[in-house]
């Protein structure tokens, strides 16, 4: 009994690795469009960043920016 189940663990083990070898190909994939990020819309709001980090030096916290504030192209030009 206890081979037998040694066989069997062995052989669905063998046929799962099998499995997974088998879906390295994509039939259906379609690459991506090559758009690049439209990065140029948004921009820094570098005034508002260092008014935070200006206020936050005076109080003796230090700022780690994860997503800095963005503001909108047509603020953005009307603004500079």
């Given amino acids: 009994m206890n081979a037998l189940s040694r066989i069997a ?8 690795l099998a ?9 259906s994939y379609v ?3 090559s758009v690049a990020p ?3 819309e948004m921009s820094r709001d570098d005034r508002y960043i260092a008014t935070v ?6 109080r003796g916290i230090g700022v780690v920016w994860i997503n800095p504030p ?11």
């Fill in 70 to 80: 963005n503001r909108e192209r047509a603020v953005a030009q009307q603004v500079e």
């Fill in 9 to 16: 663990v062995l052989s669905l083990s063998v046929l799962g």
């Fill in 19 to 27: 499995a997974c070898a088998g879906t390295q190909a994509r039939s």
């Fill in 53 to 58: 980090e200006r206020i936050a030096r005076r």
């Fill in 31 to 33: 690459e991506p469009a």
């Fill in 38 to 40: 439209q990065a140029s």
